[in-house]
């Protein structure tokens, strides 16, 4: 079978050059247990991809997407890497997971094709990261450094909970907290991870209530997101603050999932449809388009810009010749209804774009930024 998708696959790519198109390789989840999130970057991808080819492709050339689901797997993304190499791809955006996308990241490295990262937060990705990889989004510490910065000044909060994901974001933003809350005059109670599977994550809640936290921070993918929240209320745990750094938090089922309980919850991420970058507001119009009606989140944004930089190089490359393309990649200079893209190699990451970390709060069922000052469009309401 594999012999037989990857004939297809060559075919494919033949039969593209021949009529003249060029094809952006992805791979994403758009199944298993980030598919969800595969799905907001498969509309992220269309909607730049329609943009472009509406006004008239790449030097007269459609661009096409050739994407492959890795079924949130490590190895099925690493051979979904080898078919689109394979193919002849002049650059390949992906994955969704930072434990997938890391090892994908050295892969690429080995067979100098570019990779684009949109999603994926693991600070190491990046940092040393090498010369093929390049990330749209930003690091975890960004996120956690925006969130601990809001608490900075936030007077009267002293203490602080973290419970994270036992997986490769979850460590980030665990070494992250750890290593910046004290320096914001925070004492930490207590820290902790969960393996994937954890359902009843009470017993840890019923502790932290116990030990009183001003501020309790969470890190978590989407079914643990909503169950954290669910379960944050049973056990009646209410600090002044709650937050969820970004990814399960920051998807639109995590407000229709947790509903009522997530009202008042801080989450960070880098891109609402709020944000004031022009433009935002008809991205946010055709990605909901391309969802179905769907909300989308900062994932299909994050997509979409990968995808127009992808082009951008391209046609900078003036071809498909990969090397070229890494070249055209690193003098990206785009401003983008996400934000800007641009890859800058700095304080020991390499190809790291940066874009403002945001601070939301579910307000009336609905993400509303409040904070940093600059691109707030609410006020914070703190807990009592």
Not at 69 to 93: C, F, G, Q, R, W
Request: aromatic share 8%.
């Amino acid at each position: 079978m594999t012999r037989i998708i990857t004939t297809l696959l060559l075919a494919t790519a033949a039969s593209a050059a021949a009529q003249g198109t060029i094809q952006i390789g992805a791979i994403t989840s758009l199944s298993g247990r980030f598919a969800t999130f595969g799905q907001m970057q498969q509309a992220g991808f269309k909607v730049a991809l329609d943009e472009v080819n509406a006004r008239g492709g790449v030097n007269g050339q459609k661009v096409e997407l050739a994407i492959e689901d890795d079924a949130s797997d490590t190895n099925k993304a690493l051979t979904a890497a080898e078919k689109l190499v394979n193919a002849k791809v002049p650059v390949v955006i992906g994955a969704y997971a930072s434990g997938i996308t890391k090892p994908l990241s050295q892969y690429m490295a080995r067979v100098k094709v570019p990779l684009l990262v949109a999603t994926a937060v693991d600070e190491t990705i990046t940092k040393p990261g090498n010369a093929y990889t390049f990330r749209v989004n930003n690091q975890s510490s960004v996120y956690t450094r925006s969130l601990i910065d809001q608490l900075r000044k936030t007077p009267g909060l002293k203490t602080a909970v973290i419970l994270t994901s036992n997986d490769a974001f979850g460590k980030s933003v665990l070494t992250d907290a750890t290593k910046l809350l004290p320096g914001a005059g925070y004492t930490i109670l207590g820290k902790d991870t969960y393996d994937q599977g954890l359902t009843d994550f009470r017993p840890l809640l019923n502790r932290y209530k116990g030990q009183n936290p001003d501020v309790v921070i969470f890190a978590s993918y989407e079914q643990d997101a909503v169950a954290l929240t669910k379960q944050v209320k049973e056990v009646g745990l209410k600090p002044r603050i709650i937050a969820g750094i970004a990814t399960g938090f920051a998807l639109p089922a995590f407000l229709t999932g947790a509903a009522d309980a997530a009202e008042g919850f801080l989450v960070t991420m880098v891109w609402n449809p709020d944000v004031r970058y022009p433009g935002a507001q008809n991205l946010y119009t055709r990605l909901k388009a391309a969802l179905g009606g769907a909300e989308p989140s900062q994932h299909a944004a994050q997509s979409y810009a990968a995808m127009l930089a992808a082009i951008d190089a391209v046609k900078r490359a003036g071809g498909t010749d990969p090397e070229k393309v890494r070249a055209a990649l690193a003098q990206t200079n785009l401003k983008t209804a996400f934000g800007p893209v641009a890859f800058r190699t700095y304080g020991g990451y390499t190809n790291q774009n940066s874009v403002v970390g945001l601070i939301t709060q579910v307000q009336e069922g609905k993400f509303v930024t409040v904070g940093p000052a600059s691109a707030a469009r609410g006020k914070l309401i703190l807990g009592k």
